[in-house]
Structures are given as structure tokens and as C-alpha cells.
């Protein structure tokens, strides 16, 4: 009889700080700096998705990503066998897997309709309920510099897009925000499976869970994508995966709260895309708006590398 998704998650996740191991010395700036990487990653990635789910349905989108994403870790499969990819507990990943496609359905659904800056600022909640949901069922400590590096971190990103957060996603940006949470869930779920299984690992049941998941929506709006889409979503596999192993890196670690901060520099690696591509100049608010995402990043930053010496 198999093992409900619900009760492998709750083994998954420990009950106690006290079940989690310690981070190591200089581990925390080590996790932000993955997470830093991660962020590059996915800047690169949202905008092709966005791009693409301009042009097909957006579950088909969502689908071919994972199934891209499974596939350019094939090759690494083959090599070290098939056997050092088997984790120590499918429930978790499935029911990762299951939460985490729950909010692509709803990011996608969203995703054309809403405007950059809107949907970057919608995004941007996740860290925040990270944080949350990383002392209510991790058991970590509250550590109030880190709650106020996120939140001078979402004042930043609040600043950089209030010129044109007119709301104009309407309620596809509800649909977006609703979204984060889960997400925020899925990330809780693969900090606890880092106790359990390398970052690799996680990576590929992700792709495959969510291929998966997505597969019954995909085919109910099924159409072939071009030649050069194709390509586009190989990009995406690629870009996803080494995105979701920096973040996985990070998480196995640090305390999830500590490396939440550094995601608010997301920002200024999305206004440096739109100026390179689409020659979007950033404006006096982008720069205040970054400058205060900066410095509460860089504080924070420093003040976990002198604790943690």
C-alpha cells in the first residue's frame, strides 16, 4: 500500500530546530551566493517563459520546461547511473512535486496578462512567507536582522515598481499572488529533503514530478510548438535546472531565512536584462529602489559572515 503524499511531507519536514543539523561555519555566505547565482538563473528563464507563453498555451509551456528540464539532466543520469538518482523517499518528492506544479498552474495562468513590474512584485512575496513558514514548521529561529533585511528589501522592490504598479493585471494579479505561497511551500519541502538527498537528486524528481503533474492540463491545450521553440525550451530545461541546483545548494546550506534576502537583487538583474535587450532605461526609482535593495542585502550579508565566525 502506498504512502499518502501528505504523511511522507510531514515526515519530510523535521519537527524541531533541534533535528536540524547545524550550519557550518561560512556556510551562510556560501548559501547566498548560490542563491545569488539561482537568482541570475531564473531572471534568464522568466523571460524566455513570459516570451513563450505569449505565443502557446501556457500549460503546454509549463509541461515542455520540465520535461526540457528533465531531459538536460539526462546526461548526468546516464553517466553516474540510474541508481544515484533513486532518493531516500519518493513520498516527499512526489508531494514537492504536487505543491509546487499547483502554483505553476497559477503562475502560468497568469503570467501573459500580467505586467513585468506588477508580476515582480507579486513575486517578491515569497520570501516573506518563506521566513514565516521556515519558523512556524522548521522550527528555525526568529532572527530579527534577517526580518528586517527582507522587508527593507521589499520596501526596495515596492519602490522600483510603484511608478507603474497601476494594477492593470486586474484579477490575474490576484491569481499570481495566490501562487506564492505555494511556492513558498515547495521551497520548505526541499530544505527538508536536503537532509535526505543530494541537491542533484532533488532536481531531477522535481522536473519529473511536475512533468508529471502537468501533463492531463497540457494535453487538453496541446499544440506543437515550432522548430526554434524547441530550441527555446531546451534553453529553458538547461537554465531551469542549474537554477534549481544553485537554489537547492543554498538551501542544504543555511537556514532558509538567511539566504531570503539576497533573492530582492532579482530586481536589478531584471532591469539590467530589459536595458541589454530592450534598451529600457532604468529610472530614478529603479536606482533608489536598488540602492536600498543593496544595502540590505550587503548588511546582511556581512552580519552572517561575522556571526558565523
Known amino acids: 500500500m502506498s504512502t499518502p503524499p501528505q504523511a511522507a511531507a510531514a515526515r519530510a519536514l523535521p ?3 533541534a533535528s536540524l543539523p547545524l550550519p557550518a561555519a561560512g556556510s551562510v555566505p556560501q548559501a547566498m551566493l548560490w542563491m545569488l547565482a539561482s537568482g541570475l538563473l531564473f531572471t534568464a528563464l522568466n ?7 505569449q505565443q502557446l498555451d501556457p500549460f503546454v509551456v509549463q509541461f515542455l520546461r520540465y520535461a526540457a528540464g528533465a531531459l538536460a539532466m539526462l546526461p548526468f543520469i546516464l553517466r553516474s547511473g540510474f541508481a544515484a538518482y533513486r532518493p531516500k523517499g519518493l513520498g516527499g518528492q512526489l508531494w514537492r512535486g504536487a505543491v509546487h506544479a499547483s502554483g505553476l498552474v ?23 512567507f518563506i521566513m514565516l513558514g521556515a519558523i512556524l514548521f522548521l522550527g528555525e529561529r526568529m532572527v530579527a536582522a534577517r526580518w528586517l533585511a527582507a522587508l527593507a528589501g521589499f520596501l526596495g522592490v515596492l519602490v522600483v515598481v510603484s511608478p507603474g504598479l497601476t494594477g492593470a493585471g486586474g484579477p490575474y494579479g490576484l491569481v499570481m499572488l495566490a501562487s506564492s505561497p505555494l511556492f513558498a511551500a515547495s521551497f520548505l519541502i526541499t530544505k527538508a529533503l536536503t537532509r535526505r538527498d543530494p541537491p542533484q537528486v532533488i532536481v531531477v524528481w522535481q522536473a ?23 530550441g527555446l525550451f531546451l534553453i529553458t530545461g538547461i537554465l531551469g535546472s542549474a537554477g534549481h541546483f544553485c537554489l537547492t545548494r543554498a538551501f542544504s546550506l543555511a537556514d532558509l531565512s538567511a539566504t531570503q534576502p539576497v533573492k530582492f537583487l532579482e530586481l536589478l ?41
Open 269 to 309: 538583474w531584471s532591469a539590467g536584462a530589459g536595458f541589454l535587450v530592450w534598451g529600457e532605461v532604468p529610472g530614478p526609482a529603479t536606482l533608489l529602489g536598488g540602492a536600498i535593495i543593496f544595502a540590505a542585502t550587503s548588511w546582511i550579508a556581512r552580519r552572517e559572515s561575522r556571526r558565523r565566525r
Open 47 to 53: 523571460a524566455l517563459l513570459r516570451s513563450l507563453a
Open 208 to 230: 519529473l514530478t511536475v512533468m508529471l503533474f502537468s501533463l492531463p492540463l497540457a494535453l487538453l491545450a496541446w499544440d506543437w510548438p515550432t522548430p526554434l521553440q524547441w
Open 106 to 128: 497559477l503562475w502560468f495562468f497568469a503570467i501573459p496578462h500580467v505586467p513585468m513590474a506588477e508580476m515582480t512584485a507579486l513575486g517578491f512575496t515569497t520570501p516573506l
Open 15 to 17: 519537527a524541531t530546530a
